[in-house]
């Protein structure tokens, strides 16, 4: 059934228009009233000539003998076959492209142009679609209709061969480690952190594009749809602008003002205003004395205000111009403290007690103002926060000349042509006046908001993800027994001791700081422990009661109870522990122990292998971002584990032995699959090679090129004896006849893999030859021959982690936060990277913080160890600032300054 609500004429469903530089003999361009009804589908209008049609001589005489130039050559080149854009010429000059007002532009050496005007006498329509090159928005164009890969490379500004390469890839499932390792020539080599920004473009722009299909589907279910509305709706760049588009027509809208006075049949007048043909029109004329409301010339004059604003607001050649001005014009951003945090009588907050150290965190923006163009996003993440805390409000400040400028290109393509008469004009100025304040204005502030959000939640996910990976790829402690503590007040300091190979030894609990108890006894006990086990190594928990436990081992060292030659400790990251404890994971895993037992069990392993233990943890409970609690969890789930993914198939794994938390992780695989291959080798034993895995149920043609360069089959889970060593490679199966044809030529054996001999074998024939001229001879891309020749001059079996060389910061002791001075110079290792500095751990017992401006142009990485000076101390904050003052090589700092 129809909708009887009020809506757009549809009766003559409009065609595409757009411009293309052609060679065809149709080559015409639309008259005035052809270009308006193609864009907007406005109803027939009478088009006799009128005496007072302002007719401009906008160009001159020079410029009209270019166009008979122009002409000319043109039917010359369709003589000689054809002509194409790059060879269209005016006076021997290149015309470049048609711009928005349907002026040809030429390349002029002095930098200036020509203006070159088209016949606009004799133009008619074929009734084909054509398409617009130019890449510009033109006021009786529509507005091309995007493909996904055109809108990837336009909001991603990259090159339009790879966004259609990379979105063909995305379409048949590639993974991002896949395509960075082993496709990175189909992509212009964009680093893993590039394309996990743009798998997120593309996954939104699918998102767009879906809504938009399914809005044009429910307003053709409700009949209220033309061809006008439908590319309309097609056209929208953003998720905003679609819902702007679609706001008239939401069923529960009763119908904008505009559709009701077409309704009362004000529609042909408005467009004569707007288009300004004749014959003129009186307000007078549409009175109708029987009708309330249309009994007077203000309630006329009124409903053609309606439906001229909403003309303007709903043309996209205006929204496009919108988001341009918005690059170009100067417009604010300004927070201030909210009123509703005062009390109107006494000026007191009223907010809750919890919250009063809140509030202070917002200090720095209860006077705020940042041009847009400049504002980063850390400040935007903690404005949106604070205001959504009720303690900050918010404005957008547009500076008056965007709306001069926006309001001359209306006046441009609706005014400067036809009628020109008072009424005509009055009703434009109060209509662009009603657009703006109610429509425009509007749009571009929530649009503004939306893009700010947009571009500090991507920011957010790039720290995390940035922090997350440098976190995951710490080189591990191998070959160490590792007591973990996870220190506690009322329930004791849990422990746990675990071999070289993270197996449990022992766990227990020491009641360190309850009263009563005496800490000297558990010294005792913690000797015979390390002794028992030959223990050299604490891993110590970051969490409650960290700091007296801490204080209590350096006590220990300083007495020479615990051996300073040859104990250390390291603090660990207690996030996420507590959940991973309690997880059906670690349940599997330890079913009769004690939940605060397996947090013990997991700080230990954190520094024996901090890639296998941290991705037993959703990704945003590790906690090393930046203002990642307010970003969709959706949105940050998927990037992070993008990075385990990625992090996990860089290392990558032995099929043999690795568990279904690290398999999953594998690129291609997911807890299915991964389950899969656990129970396939329990059941026929372990894999002798990659190509075993096709064994495997669900393990296809494309999960195997997928995950088959990430895993790898390790001489010890075979038994010494592997079948094909470049199964313990990087060298992925489709690349190992290239590898063999590598190893013949430099006569080598494969079984020597990995050894001095072979390595530097294989090094002397890569400088000896062009790998330009190889990739040609091997018919191999060069970025795939790249890694080929990467995986044979490594170590076999070298952990890559290693190469990174983030290893843990050990202590031996510490300083009181409050006997710290503005001067002092003290060292520790970063913890956390953001936008606005890094927080580094120096020995007390809390972070302080390098602000950007203090770090002196210097990039740094989680793990990094640095030598800083305090320049700012505030003992009731507890807030402690540091600067830089450079960064050390990556050994272990058994001391820190005293």
Not at 22 to 44: A, G, H, I, W
Not at 308 to 317: D, F, M, N, R
Not at 433 to 440: M, V
């Amino acid at each position: 059934m129809a909708s009887s609500r009020p809506k757009r004429l549809a009766a003559q469903k409009a065609k595409t228009i757009v411009i293309e530089i052609s060679d065809s003999d149709e080559d015409v361009l639309p008259t005035k009233k052809q270009r308006y009804e193609q864009d907007n589908s406005f109803c027939e209008l009478d088009y006799a000539q009128n005496k007072h049609v302002r007719s401009k001589n906008r160009w001159p005489d020079k410029e009209k003998e270019n166009l008979q130039s122009l002409e000319s050559s043109k039917e010359t080149a369709r003589k000689k076959g054809g002509i194409t854009k790059q060879n269209n010429e005016i006076n021997g000059k290149e015309i470049k492209e048609i711009n928005s007002d349907n002026i040809l532009i030429n390349n002029i050496d002095d930098g200036s142009i020509n203006r070159i005007p088209t016949n606009h006498e004799h133009n008619e329509f074929a009734g084909q679609t054509i398409t617009q090159h130019t890449g510009r928005s033109s006021f009786w164009a529509r507005r091309k209709v995007w493909n996904v890969h055109e809108l990837l490379a336009e909001t991603e500004c990259i090159e339009l061969n790879a966004a259609q390469n990379i979105v063909n890839l995305f379409n048949n499932e590639n993974t991002i480690p896949f395509i960075c390792r082993y496709r990175r020539d189909l992509v212009n080599e964009i680093s893993p952190e590039r394309l996990r920004d743009i798998k997120n473009s593309y996954t939104e722009i699918l998102n767009l594009r879906k809504k938009a299909e399914n809005i044009v589907n429910q307003l053709e279910k409700d009949n209220i749809i033309n061809e006008e509305i439908r590319i309309e709706m097609m056209c929208a760049k953003s998720p905003e602008e679609l819902e702007f588009l679609y706001a008239p027509y939401k069923p529960a809208n009763k119908g904008t003002l505009a559709d009701r006075a077409k309704a009362l049949g004000l529609e042909k007048c408005a467009n004569q205003l707007l288009l300004g043909e004749g014959p003129k029109v009186y307000l007078r004329n549409y009175i109708d004395r029987n009708n309330s409301n249309l009994d007077d010339e203000i309630k006329v004059e009124a409903g053609i205000i309606h439906i001229v604003s909403h003309i303007i607001s709903k043309h996209t050649g205006v929204l496009e111009q919108l988001r341009k001005l918005q690059k170009s014009t100067q417009i604010f951003l300004t927070s201030t403290k909210s009123k509703t945090t005062l009390n109107k009588n006494t000026e007191a907050p009223t907010i809750k007690k919890d919250a009063k150290s809140d509030i202070s965190k917002y200090e720095n923006y209860f006077n705020f103002q940042s041009d847009i163009r400049h504002i980063k996003p850390h400040q935007v993440l903690a404005i949106n926060r604070g205001e959504k805390q009720k303690f900050l409000s918010v404005k957008i400040i547009i500076a008056e000349n965007f709306k001069i400028e926006i309001k001359r290109y209306i006046h441009r393509i609706f005014m400067d042509e036809g009628l020109q008469y008072d009424l005509r004009d009055r009703i434009f100025e109060l209509s662009f006046e009603d657009s703006y304040n109610k429509k425009l204005q509007l749009l571009t502030s929530r649009q503004i908001r939306a893009d700010l959000n947009e571009t500090a939640k991507k920011a957010s996910i790039e720290v995390f993800a940035k922090n997350l990976k440098q976190l995951l790829l710490c080189a591990p402690l191998k070959g160490e027994k590792i007591l973990g503590i996870d220190p506690g007040f009322t329930n004791g300091c849990k422990y746990a001791m675990i071999s070289e190979t993270a197996e449990v030894l022992e766990t227990g609990v020491m009641y360190l700081h309850t009263r009563n108890k005496d800490p000297a006894i558990y010294a005792e006990q913690l000797t015979k422990l390390l002794t028992k086990h030959n223990c050299k190594v604490i891993a110590l928990g970051n969490g409650t009661a960290c700091r007296e436990t801490e204080e209590w081992l350096s006590k220990l060292i300083c007495h020479n109870i615990l051996d300073p030659r040859f104990i250390r400790y390291s603090i660990v990251s207690e996030q996420g522990a507590s959940i991973y404890s309690c997880s059906e994971i670690a349940k599997k895993e330890f079913p009769k122990m004690d939940v605060n037992q397996i947090s013990a069990v997991s700080i230990a392993r954190r520094l024996n292998d901090p890639l296998s233990e941290y991705v037993k943890i959703e990704p945003r409970h590790i906690g090393v971002g930046m203002y990642q609690h307010d970003i969709n969890e959706k949105a940050l789930t998927g990037s992070l584990n993008e990075v385990v993914s990625e992090c996990v198939s860089y290392v990558g794994v032995d099929i043999n032995t690795a568990s279904i938390s690290v398999l999953k992780h594998i690129a291609g695989l997911g807890d299915k699959k991964a389950q899969k291959i656990i129970d396939h080798r329990l059941k026929n034993g372990p894999f002798k090679t990659r190509e075993d895995l096709l064994q495997v149920k669900l393990i296809g043609a494309k999960t195997f090129q997928q995950c088959a360069g990430f895993v790898r089959i390790e001489p010890l889970s075979v038994g010494g004896n592997v079948q094909n060593l470049l199964d313990c490679t990087w060298v992925h199966p489709e690349s190992y006849n290239i590898a063999k044809k590598i190893i013949s030529i430099c006569k080598l054996n494969l079984k020597d893999i990995g050894k001095p001999s072979f390595i530097e074998k294989i090094k002397d024939y890569e400088k000896s030859n062009n790998l330009k001229e190889l990739s040609n001879d091997f018919k191999i891309p060069i970025e795939r021959l790249e890694i080929v020749f990467v995986a044979l001059k490594r170590n076999l079996l070298q952990d890559y982690r290693q190469d990174l060389n983030k290893g843990p910061l050990f202590k031996q002791g510490i300083k009181n936060f409050k006997d710290l001075s503005i001067g002092d110079v003290v060292t520790g290792a970063v913890t956390n990277i953001t936008h606005f500095g890094a927080f580094v751990d120096v020995g007390v017992e809390r972070n302080g913080l390098i602000h950007i401006s203090k770090m002196r142009n210097i990039n740094l990485n989680i793990g990094d160890r640095v030598t800083t000076s305090i320049h700012q101390i505030d003992f009731q904050k507890g807030r402690l600032g540091l600067r830089l003052e450079k960064v050390l090589a990556d050994i272990d700092l058994l001391s820190l300054p005293e």
